[in-house]
C-alpha cells in the first residue's frame, strides 16, 4: 500500500463495516489499489502460487488427519485405508504428497526469482530474512510429514535426521534422545512429529502475513530493480497483478493435477510403501528430492578439519548451507540489483542454479566413487558463490547502464508503444 | 517515573518493578521446564533397561539380533577367523582407538580381547548394532573387513565392530553385559 487510502464503501452496511474493524478496507488498499510496477514479469507470479499451495496443504492436511492413526502400530494401515477405503481419500492423499513436492518447486523458483533480481537488498532485507525462515519452516514440515505413513523411508529417514544432532559434541546425544523421546524412532517420536506437523503450517502462514506485510511496506521489485519514481512506472494491483497471478496458477495448478493423476508416485520413494521396520535398514536411503542438494553438502565432507571429524563436519556443513541464505543481504555488495544489468553475475547465477541440480542428483546417488569427488567440487562451488563470488563481484564488475526509470526500460524494449501504463499492462511481462 | 524526585534512594516503585520482572523470569523458567521435560524419554521407555537372552543356540559362526532400548543388538558366535583376523589387525590402522566398552573403563583400548565381554569366551561378540554414523543398522559379515557394513553412508566394521572406513566416528558400542551362565547373558 502507498498513498492514502482510496476505499469508498458503497453499501451502508459497508460504511458500518468500515468504521468498526476496517479490514475490507486493507484487503482493497493491499490487494486491488495497491499500485505494483508496470514490468513484472512471470517470475513473479510464485508469491501468489505459493499462497495458494499453502492453503491447498492446509484444507488436505486437516481432512487426513480426521482418517490418520499415530500410533506406530496403527499409522502404516490407516494411511492404506486412506488409500483404499475411505471416500476420496486416494486424491486426497496424492494432492497432500505432491502438494509438498510442488510447493517446494514454487519455492526454489521463488528464491531464484530473488537471487536473479536481486530483490533482497536494500530496504528489503528483513522480506527477504522472513523469506528463509518460512523455508525452514517448511523444510522441519516436509520433513515430519514424510515420518507420518510409517514406511521405511519415514523411519529410517527420521533416524538419520535426528542422527545429525548426535555429531554436536557433548550434549548431541540428549538432544537427540529429546527429539525421539527415546533411545530410537517409535511411538512417542510418531506422537510429536504429528502434532508438530499440524502446527507448523499454521505458523507458517503467521509468517507470511509478515513477508507480505514487509513486502507492502517496501513494496515489490522489478526486473529493471529500479525503483518505482513516478505514478507511470505503476499499474494497480486489480486486475494486473490479479489476472496474472491467476492464470500463473491455472498453469501451475494443471501441471499439479498432471503429478496427482498420471504419476502420484513419481517423487515418493517405493520404500515407503514397506512399514517401518526398526532393525532393518533399506540397503538405499534417500531424502524427498527436495533435500538432495543438502544431502549431498552433508555426505561431500568425508575427511576431518582439525578438531571437528568428518561426521561433524557434514553436520555444519548442511545447516551452513541453510544459514548462508540469511546473509545474502549483506554478501552481496554490488549497488546494482537485476541481474540483467550485471553480465558476470548472470554468469554465475546460471552455473549456481546448474551446480544446484546436479547436488540434487548427486544427493540420490550413493556416496561412493567418483560421485564422492564430484560432491566435493560441488559444494565448494555452493559455498563460493555465496562467500567469494558475490562479495568480491560487486567490487569489481561493471555493471551494464541502468535505465533512468522502469517506464523508459519498458518504452524502449517496445519501441512505439504506449507510454501510457494501461497500453503498457497490455504486455506486462516485458523486461527492463 | 517523571513524578521521582530527584534522590537516588530506590523507591517502592522500583522494588516492586525489580520484584515483579525476577517472578516474571524465574516463572517463565519454571513454567517451560515442564515443556521440555516431557519430550525426554518417558518411565516406560526408560524402564526397558535390561533384558535376558538365552544364547545356547546360536553355532559358531551364527549372528542373532535382539532388541534392546528399541535398537538392535547383535550377538555373534565368531568363528576362529574372525577371532584371528580381529587379533591381528594392527592398532595403528584403527580409526577408533577406544575400545567403546561398557563394561570397561572409558580408556581401554580396542583391541579385539577389549572388545568381547568375557575373554574366557573371546568367540561371543555382542554390541549395539546401530552404526555411529547417522544411525542406520549395518549389515552382517559384509564390507572390506568381513565384519559389518553400513549401507547408508558406506562404513565399513570388521570382525570385532571396530569402524575401519567410511565416515563413522566411533566404533560400534558395546553395551553392558553380564554372562548368567553359560548360555545365558544379561543385556543392560
Known amino acids: 500500500m502507498s498513498g492514502p487510502s482510496t476505499y469508498h464503501p458503497k453499501s451502508a452496511l459497508g460504511r458500518w463495516f468500515d468504521a468498526r474493524m476496517p479490514l475490507p478496507r486493507l484487503v482493497y488498499d493491499n ?39 499415530s500410533d506406530t502400530t496403527l499409522a502404516f494401515v490407516s494411511v492404506e485405508k486412506i488409500m483404499r477405503d475411505v ?3 486416494w486424491m486426497l492423499r496424492y494432492m497432500h504428497a505432491n502438494g509438498a513436492s510442488f510447493f517446494f518447486i514454487a519455492v526454489y523458483l521463488h528464491i531464484a526469482r530473488g537471487l536473479y533480481y536481486g530483490s533482497y537488498k536494500a530496504p528489503r532485507e528483513l522480506l527477504w530474512i522472513l523469506g528463509c525462515i518460512i523455508y525452514l519452516l517448511m523444510m522441519a514440515t516436509g520433513f515430519m510429514g514424510y515420518v507420518l505413513p510409517w514406511g521405511q523411508m519415514s523411519g529410517w529417514g527420521a533416524t538419520v535426521i535426528t542422527g545429525f544432532f548426535t555429531a554436536i559434541p557433548l550434549v548431541g546425544t540428549w538432544i537427540q534422545e529429546l527429539l525421539l523421546g527415546g533411545f530410537s524412532v517409535d ?10 506437523h499440524y502446527l507448523l503450517p499454521f505458523m507458517i502462514a503467521g509468517v507470511v502475513v509478515l513477508h507480505i506485510w514487509a513486502l507492502h511496506v517496501v513494496g515489490q521489485t522489478n526486473p529493471t530493480g529500479i525503483e518505482v519514481k513516478h505514478k507511470t512506472d505503476t499499474v494497480a494491483f486489480t486486475p494486473y497483478a490479479t489476472v496474472k497471478d491467476g492464470f500463473a496458477m491455472v498453469v501451475f495448478l494443471a501441471v499439479f493435477a498432471y503429478f496427482i493423476f498420471y504419476m502420484p508416485n513419481y517423487l515418493g520413494h517405493p520404500d515407503n510403501y514397506t512399514q517401518f521396520d526398526s532393525l532393518k535398514t533399506p540397503a538405499h536411503i534417500v531424502p524427498e528430492w527436495y533435500f538432495l542438494p543438502f544431502y549431498a553438502i552433508l ?5 576431518n578439519i582439525g578438531p571437528i571429524d568428518s561426521k561433524l563436519g557434514g553436520v555444519l556443513a548442511m545447516f551452513a548451507a541453510i544459514a ?13 540489483r537485476s541481474a540483467n544489468y550485471r553480465p558476470w553475475y548472470k554468469f554465475f547465477f546460471w552455473l549456481f542454479v546448474v551446480n544446484s541440480i546436479f547436488l540434487g542428483w548427486l544427493g540420490s546417488k550413493p556416496a561412493e566413487g567418483w560421485y564422492i569427488p564430484a560432491m566435493q567440487v560441488s559444494t565448494l562451488y555452493y559455498f563460493a558463490f555465496f562467500l567469494l563470488i558475490m562479495p568480491l563481484l560487486g567490487l569489481i564488475e561493471t555493471p ?6 522502469i517506464t523508459e526500460a519498458v518504452l524502449e524494449k517496445n519501441k512505439g508503444g504506449s507510454g501510457h501504463p494501461v497500453g503498457a499492462a497490455a504486455e506486462p511481462q516485458t523486461k527492463g | 517515573m517523571s513524578a521521582h524526585d530527584a534522590s537516588d534512594e530506590p523507591t517502592r516503585r522500583d522494588f516492586l518493578y525489580i520484584a515483579t520482572g525476577m517472578a516474571g523470569v524465574v516463572g517463565a523458567g519454571a513454567f517451560a521446564w515442564p515443556f521440555i521435560d516431557q519430550m525426554r524419554p518417558d518411565a516406560s521407555t526408560l524402564a526397558v533397561s535390561s533384558i535376558e537372552v538365552d544364547i545356547s543356540s546360536l553355532a559358531e559362526g551364527a549372528s542373532m539380533v535382539v532388541k534392546f532400548r528399541g535398537k538392535p543388538v547383535f550377538i555373534r558366535n565368531r568363528t576362529a577367523e574372525e577371532i584371528k583376523a580381529a587379533q591381528e589387525a594392527p592398532m595403528a590402522e584403527l580409526k577408533d582407538p577406544l575400545a567403546r566398552n ?3 573403563p572409558s580408556d581401554a583400548q580396542a583391541t579385539d580381547e577389549d572388545r568381547v565381554v568375557d575373554k574366557a569366551k573371546e568367540n561371543i561378540l555382542v554390541m549395539i548394532g546401530v552404526c555411529t554414523h547417522l544411525g542406520c543398522i549395518p549389515l552382517g559379515q559384509q564390507g572390506d573387513f568381513g565384519g559389518w557394513f553400513c549401507p547408508c553412508h558406506g562404513s565399513h566394521y570388521d570382525t570385532a565392530g571396530r569402524i575401519r572406513k567410511g565416515p563413522a566416528p566411533e566404533n560400534l558400542p558395546v553395551p553392558p553385559v553380564a554372562f548368567l551362565s553359560d548360555t545365558k547373558i544379561r543385556i543392560g
Not at chain 1, 508496470?38 to 488436505?60: A, E, H, K, P
Not at chain 1, 551494464?400 to 526509470?405: A, G, I, Q, V
Open chain 1, 299 to 303: 555426505r561431500a565432507i568425508t575427511f
Open chain 1, 324 to 336: 548462508v541464505l540469511f546473509f545474502v543481504p549483506w554478501l552481496d555488495t554490488s549497488k546494482v
Open chain 1, 87 to 89: 471416500n476420496s481419500g
Open chain 1, 31 to 69: 490487494f486491488v489499489t495497491d499500485p505494483i510496477p508496470r514490468n513484472l514479469n512471470y517470475m513473479y507470479t510464485f508469491g501468489g502460487i505459493l499462497s495458494i499451495m499453502l492453503v491447498v496443504q492446509l484444507l488436505t492436511g486437516i481432512v487426513l488427519a480426521m482418517h490418520y492413526a
Open chain 1, 187 to 196: 511411538n512417542p517420536t510418531l506422537n510429536r512429529f504429528f502434532s508438530l
Open chain 2, 102 to 104: 561398557a563394561n570397561l
Open chain 1, 400 to 405: 551494464k547502464k541502468l535505465p533512468n526509470s
